[in-house]
């Protein structure tokens, strides 16, 4: 394969290729005007969702003793702003059924003897179950709760104020144990929006100069497949490289993710991430016979990368074939490989399996592509 | 390497059948470096998927030959690098400038000065003050000559043009053999293929094709020569009503109107001459033997094959 690659003039072939590509996607308005779009709106729609500070989420409490501090307690709780008291309970069946239905998202338990215990100094337990299907509103208002009630009761109940915690909030996040954090969300949300758009760029270049007829005068010229191939997916690799920077610069400014690891490396693993994708959708418009059926196709396989990537849901709570599946994706390598660098600042090392895998996937699609690519109009 | 030197395409027994239906059947060609080798045939008849077969874009089913001495099985690359192809639909990028065009094809034919060539293609087809138009907004006529330009740029040993002046202005056309006339006499070799007679007349030799199989081939002369056509000219009143007799009258082979005469044609000269004889007496009509017109020949020989292929 390597010594293609040192043909006379393969890569000035390659050159006249990708020029050609530029000049077309400066020329296709929408496609440009895509590049830019898709991941700013994306973001901000994503963004809103992160950032919507949760409101009024329906809250059951059960108090098992009726005192000043459970009052006060209830008081902070709905003052924040994301608590309303919708229920008040008087049994623990109520407390399980009621959360059970879905009517609340909270439910709060004031155990018996929470004063005096707290008053004693012993710590006692406030428990606090969260229906977790919604992990961003549960998990932001979850975050808020300990600190509001220690300060009212500290304010309000003249409890001695001390920098140990009086009490100990007892969460549970119910029906998806693996809360995805919304710090979570901006690193996938970088994987997925260049899965589609990198999908959906080169999915149609081959489709589409077979349907323009422009693949008679290319097949009739001295120009081989693999140059075909390298000079259409370069310029994407650039395209995408600008989105990839783009969102994950709006992450930083705008939602305040963090970027522990190193800067030099998630750009040149996401470079790499994003010629795997290019070279995928390459590989389906050589399959395909026109433009709809490499769309279908992308979607076919755009839809598995959200759901069994460990974007949706956590990956480890996946059935052992979708993870199967999942290993198959490059959306899978790439989002442990943002994750990583991004959140806990992992280097090259531990991340050889991904890089690997991604490489693996990425001959894989470019080999199908050079051979299902028709050298003849047969 | 097979064939003569001054051969240019040399092919045998060439077919090529798309989902179980023979569009070229057993076609055999030569071609001499240097000459304009006219292509003529009505839709249909398989001249574009022959040209295709010619330069490797399409593989015969069976059938053998050589293009510039390559053998158009295996050496479609070398065939590629010396072979200028104007397709039927144009089929360049609609979205780039005539001078983007033409650079992408200098530079991915590896031409030392793309710029320089795309230039001086610009300034010989007079396409001053288009380089910088879209292909897209250019009118039939400059599309074409653009894709001619595309297509000699690499400086080609071979051009196959198909259809190159369909929907052309005559003056348009005419420049455009010129061109082609011109480029000829530089050594190229033209295979090109048309419809328009005055078109084939211009051309050094012809070649006939009708449901895919050749029958006839050779210079204009030879060609007409050969359909051992008779042909008489009627000019008078009333031709219509002429035409509507001799039709189908045995000896008579082919009626047509021209212009303000009749051609009747025939291919035995004895029920030919029987056939007219009651109408040649009718003082109404002029009656003139003359050569069979090229076109005579042609529709003639396609009634006849598809008399054969029926
Ligand atoms: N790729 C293909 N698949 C199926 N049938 C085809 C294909 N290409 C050509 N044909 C058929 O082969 C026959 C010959 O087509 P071809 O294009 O060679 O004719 P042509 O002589 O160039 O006609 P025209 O003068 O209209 O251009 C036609 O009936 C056409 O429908
Ligand atoms: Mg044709």
Not at chain 1, 119 to 127: S, T
Request: net charge neutral; charged share 20%; hydrophobic share 45%.
């Amino acid at each position: 394969m390597l010594s293609v690659l040192r043909q006379p003039g393969f890569w000035r072939r390659v050159r006249a290729m990708l020029t050609k590509e530029f000049i077309q996607l400066r020329r296709d308005r929408v496609s440009f005007a895509m590049i830019v779009m898709i991941p700013v709106m994306q973001l901000v729609l994503f963004g809103y969702a992160i950032n919507t500070t949760p409101r009024n989420l329906p809250t059951a409490v059960l108090l098992q003793e009726t005192s000043d501090v459970g009052r006060t307690i209830l008081a902070a709780i709905e003052r924040t702003g994301y608590f309303k008291i919708t229920h008040r309970l008087s049994s623990a069946e109520e407390f399980d059924q009621v959360l059970a239905s879905g009517r609340v998202l909270f439910a709060i338990e004031i155990p018996a003897g929470f004063e005096r215990a707290l008053r004693r100094g012993d710590m006692p337990a406030l428990l606090v179950a969260a229906d977790a299907t919604d992990p961003v509103a549960s998990g932001t208002a979850l975050g808020s709760l300990n600190r509001i009630v220690q300060l009212a009761l500290i304010n309000e109940r003249m409890l001695p104020d001390q920098t140990q915690p009086l009490f100990e909030i007892r969460s549970h996040a119910r029906y998806n144990p693996a809360a995805v954090s919304s710090l979570n969300i901006v690193p996938g949300l970088v994987g997925t929006i260049l899965t589609m758009t990198m999908l959906i760029f080169t999915a149609l270049s081959v489709t589409r100069e077979v349907e323009r007829v422009t693949m008679e005068s290319l097949l009739s010229m001295p120009i081989s497949p693999l140059e075909i191939m390298v000079g259409k997916i370069i310029p994407y690799i650039m395209v995408g490289f600008t989105q990839a920077a783009l969102i994950i610069g709006f992450g930083v400014l705008l939602f305040g993710v963090p970027i522990l690891g190193n800067l030099l490396l998630l750009a040149l693993l996401s470079t790499l991430f994003i010629a795997t994708n290019l070279s995928i959708g390459y590989s389906f418009s050589t399959v395909a016979q026109n433009q709809l059926q490499a769309i279908q196709m992308t979607f076919m396989f755009f839809l598995p990368n959200i759901l069994l990537s460990g974007f949706m849901f956590p990956f480890a709570g996946m059935p052992g074939w979708a993870q199967w599946i999942g290993e198959a994706l490059p959306l899978t390598h790439y989002l442990r490989i943002v994750r990583s660098i991004m959140l806990k600042g992992s280097g090259f090392a531990e991340l050889q399996y991904e890089v690997l895998a991604l490489f693996v996937l990425m001959l894989v699609a470019m080999t199908i592509a050079v051979t299902r690519f028709r050298r003849t109009l047969d | 390497m097979t064939g003569a030197p001054d051969i240019a395409i040399d092919v045998k027994g060439l077919t090529k059948s798309f989902d179980g239906r023979v569009v070229v059947r057993d076609l055999s060609m030569q071609v001499k470096r240097g000459s304009i080798y006219g292509f003529l045939g009505p839709n249909g008849s398989g001249k574009t998927t022959t040209i295709r077969m010619l330069c490797g874009l399409l593989t015969p089913d069976s059938g053998e030959g050589t293009c510039l001495g390559y053998n158009i099985r295996t050496e479609a690359d070398q065939i590629k690098r010396h072979v200028g192809y104007m397709t039927q639909r144009f089929s360049l990028y609609q979205d780039l400038s005539v001078r983007e065009n033409l650079e992408f094809v200098a530079r991915i034919y590896g031409l030392n000065a793309p710029v320089k060539s795309a230039r001086e293609i610009i300034d010989r087809l007079g396409l001053h003050g288009r380089e910088e138009q879209l292909a897209a907004q250019l009118s039939g006529g400059w599309k074409q000559r653009l894709a001619l330009g595309a297509c000699t740029l690499p400086s080609p040993q071979l051009l196959l043009l198909d259809e190159p002046t369909a929907g052309v202005d005559p003056k348009a056309r005419r420049e455009f053999w010129n061109e082609i006339h011109a480029l000829a006499n530089d050594g190229l070799t033209v295979l090109v293929s048309t419809h328009y007679m005055d078109e084939a007349e211009r051309c050094h030799e012809i070649a006939y094709i009708a449901y895919g199989e050749l029958l006839t081939h050779g210079t204009v002369e030879e060609v007409i020569e050969q359909s051992k056509l008779i042909t008489y000219k009627v000019s008078g009143d009333d031709l219509q009503k002429l035409l509507h007799q001799l039709d189908g009258k045995p000896g008579v082979d082919m009626v047509a109107p021209f212009g303000t005469s009749l051609h009747v044609s025939g291919r035995d000269e004895k029920k030919l001459e029987a056939a007219i004889k009651p109408y040649r007496a009718d003082k109404k009509f002029v009656w003139t033997r003359s050569e069979p017109s090229l076109e005579d020949v042609f529709i003639e020989l396609m009634n006849r094959s598809k008399d054969n292929f029926q």
